[in-house]
């Protein structure tokens, strides 16, 4: 059993050495030319015109969680739906539980006001 623990050991010092390690030698090795262009904002190609630090709708940001939400419900139903022919009651309980609960979330965002655009 203290194996284990020694494998897991060196299996965290690996995953965390090895960025490290990458970072610090991007930042060695890196060439280094700083210039007034170079720290200039860019916008698509263009010119910036007028504000720079412009605060965003809270709005954009609640539209991207809602659309991670329900990618990754994709993800948790399609092995479900896959096996569906093979899957016993409980397990198809469970997968309509499932969507039940995110169809609610929907709903609650729908009205909510979550998904207008203004």
């Known amino acids: 059993m203290n194996m284990v623990w020694f494998y897991i050991g060196i299996f965290l010092i690996v995953s965390l050495g ?3 390690v ?10 280094k030319k700083p210039s007034a ?8 190609g263009l010119e910036t015109e007028g504000e720079t630090w412009v605060q965003f709708k809270a709005q954009y940001y609640l539209i991207a969680l809602i659309f991670l939400v329900f990618d990754i419900e994709i ?4 092995p479900w739906a896959v096996a569906f022919d093979r899957l016993g009651l409980f397990a198809v309980l469970e997968g309509l539980l499932f969507i039940t609960i995110l169809a609610g979330g929907l709903i609650y965002a729908w009205k909510k006001g979550a998904f207008e655009w203004a």
């Open 37 to 44: 262009l170079k720290s200039t904002i860019y916008e698509c």
């Open 75 to 78: 993800i948790f139903l399609y």
């Open 18 to 20: 090895l960025p490290a």
């Open 22 to 31: 990458a970072i610090f030698l991007a930042s060695l090795l890196a060439p």
